[in-house]
């Protein structure tokens, strides 16, 4: 480890990260941090690169250029074992919550725990499948398939997967979307708790009530860039980087980009 580097300020760290796809550029030499134990969200327009740089900082997506450094260490130069790890340190829930259409969601929440507990009873799986559904609210059958669940319900199956294995750090994209108030705020409420025992969130949302309440740090992503990076207490200080948020969220990203111009 180079402790003592800036490297070891960040959990995450992005260094000039670029990712095309073809001949387009979706995320244009990015650089960035999340910080351990701190929420960061990450706004801005729809279209504007979020979920790519999400993917990108939980390792889904490979840089065209750049690399991604997980407690100082590029995540490229990881073996087989270290990759593991942080596929188990690091959970994601999905802004479509990519679930398996073709199993049960009982089959879906096992497969996690077989892979990093292949020692772990089917027993054990059950107790620990029980308690994350709980966690998250879903009380529904979990012998059915995703298709025969409404999108937060799908959600819901989401945040419990991610939650199996006991993450440090946690990829949110857009994770309340399609929950009502009552199944959002039970999320929200989880959030906090799971912060105040030290884990890591970088979550992405079109809610600004949560980055407010729940934000260390914000970063808005535009055009496949970083246009502007702020504290939480900024944004509870000031009324204006409320409405810049906002307005940023409402927008497609070329008409965001026209504003901001
Ligand atoms: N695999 C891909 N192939 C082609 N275009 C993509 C791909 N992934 C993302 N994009 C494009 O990149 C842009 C940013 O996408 P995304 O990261 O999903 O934005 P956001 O999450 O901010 O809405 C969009 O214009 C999207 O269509
Ligand atoms: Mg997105």
Same mark, same amino acid.
């Given at each position: 480890?180079? %402790?003592? =580097? ?14 095309? +796809? ?11 941090? $999340? ?17 790519? +740089? ?23 130069? $990881? ?7 942080? %596929? ?5 829930? $999905? ?54 669940? =409404? ?51 970088? $979550? ?58």
């Amino acid at each position: 480890m180079n %402790r003592g =580097s800036v490297v070891d300020d960040f959990l995450i760290e992005l260094r000039n990260v670029r990712f095309d +796809v073809q001949d387009n550029t979706i995320v244009d030499d990015i650089s960035l941090g $999340f910080k351990e134990g701190k929420a960061t969200a990450l706004v801005g327009p729809s279209g504007g690169g979020k979920s790519t +740089v999400l993917k990108l900082a939980a390792g889904l997506l490979v840089p065209s250029q750049g690399a991604v450094f997980y407690q100082g260490r590029d995540i490229a130069l $990881f073996n087989r074992g270290e990759n593991l790890n942080f %596929r188990r340190e690091a959970a994601v829930v $999905f802004q479509d919550s990519a679930l398996w259409a073709n199993q049960t969601l009982y089959q879906t929440l096992e497969l996690p725990l077989q892979i990093h507990y292949p020692k772990m009873n089917s027993r054990t799986r059950e107790e620990r499948i029980r308690e994350v559904t709980r966690m998250v609210g879903y009380t529904r059958d979990l012998s059915v398939r995703p298709s025969q669940l =409404s999108m937060g319900e799908q959600k819901l199956i989401g945040f419990a997967r991610a939650l199996l294995c006991r993450p440090n750090l946690l990829f949110l994209d857009e994770w309340t979307e399609s929950l009502d108030d009552d199944a959002g705020g039970r999320l929200v409420s989880l959030v906090k708790t799971l912060k105040e025992e030290g884990k890591t969130f970088i $979550f992405i949302t079109h809610d600004v009530s949560l980055v407010t309440s729940l934000a260390d740090y914000v970063i808005m992503i535009t055009g496949g860039k970083v246009s502007m990076e702020m504290s939480g207490t900024q944004i509870n200080t000031n009324a204006d980087m409320v409405n810049i948020i906002e307005e940023g969220m409402n927008l497609c990203d070329s008409e965001y980009a026209m504003l901001i111009r």
